[in-house]
T-cell receptor
Framework: DAGITQSPRYKITETGRQVTLMCHQT?????MFWYRQDLGHGLRLIYY???????DKGEVPDGYVVSRSKTENFPLTLESATRSQTSVYFC???????????????FGPGTRLLVL | RKEVEQDPGPFNVPEGATVAFNCTYS??????FFWYRQDCRKEPKLLMS???SGNEDGRFTAQLNRASQYISLLIRDSKLSDSATYLC?????????????FGAGTRLTVKP
């Protein structure tokens, strides 16, 4: 049972470059999320998706783009990376709210991104 | 004001101690509340949901006070393995979907 995976696990890039972080889940969960975690801020929601082809902004969406053409994949793209986007990025998935346990989010192992 | 606030700690306690964490939230319409646990350099994992009547899971007890908009987590008989950061999580009802807000976390270290 692979669960939810993220790649790459570590990434170093330069300011201005485009970077794509991958997220894949094997549970067929409807919802998927992208968070960033920074010291002192905790986890902040970047984007989330309720289903394939349905995405919505979270707290801190600026500078990020997402897509969800397939239920199992939810890539996050930094179109032009900035130093302020240095962070740990977590992908998560959940079932639909209203189902038993539907609000529980299951997290991937994270991607550590350094923008120089 | 942050939507979810927690005392960052760190809380340093000896094995066997009882420790309590509090969390306050600003959205009075929130309906779902959780505690997650995050080990160093790992992903968060659900510890327990918080029900309006309060709930207990072994050594862990969660309480909700809607009038004062705070949630608590009590850990009894602390173990070394309880050392972690504990995240308070609140949903953002009436926003649709599983839109949650995470507190910055309270760090706990249990010492021998």
């Amino acid at each position: 049972d692979a669960g939810i995976t993220q790649s790459p696990r570590y990434k170093i890039t330069e300011t201005g470059r485009q970077v794509t972080l991958m997220c894949h889940q094997t549970w067929s969960h409807s919802y998927m999320f992208w968070y960033r975690q920074d010291l002192g801020h905790g986890l902040r929601l970047i984007y989330y998706s309720a289903a394939a082809d349905i995405t919505d902004k979270g707290e801190v969406p600026d500078g990020y783009v997402v897509s969800r053409s397939k239920t199992e994949n939810f890539p996050l793209t930094l179109e032009s990376a900035t130093r302020s986007q240095t962070s740990v990025y977590f992908c998560a998935s959940s079932e639909s709210p209203g189902t038993t346990g539907g609000e529980t989010q299951y997290f991937g192992p994270g991607t550590r991104l350094l923008v120089l | 004001r942050k939507e979810v606030e927690q005392d960052p700690g760190p809380f340093n306690v000896p094995e066997g101690a009882t420790v309590a964490f509090n969390c306050t939230y600003s959205n009075s319409a929130s309906q779902s509340f959780f505690w997650y646990r995050q080990d160093c350099r790992k992903e968060p994992k659900l510890l327990m949901s918080v029900y309006s009547s309060g709930n207990e899971d072994g050594r862990f007890t969660a309480q909700l006070n809607r009038a004062s908009q705070y949630i608590s987590l009590l850990i009894r008989d602390s173990k070394l393995s309880d050392s972690a950061t504990y995240l308070c999580v609140v949903n953002m009802y009436p926003r649709l979907g599983n839109d949650m807000r995470f507190g910055a976390g309270t760090r706990l270290t249990v010492k021998p």
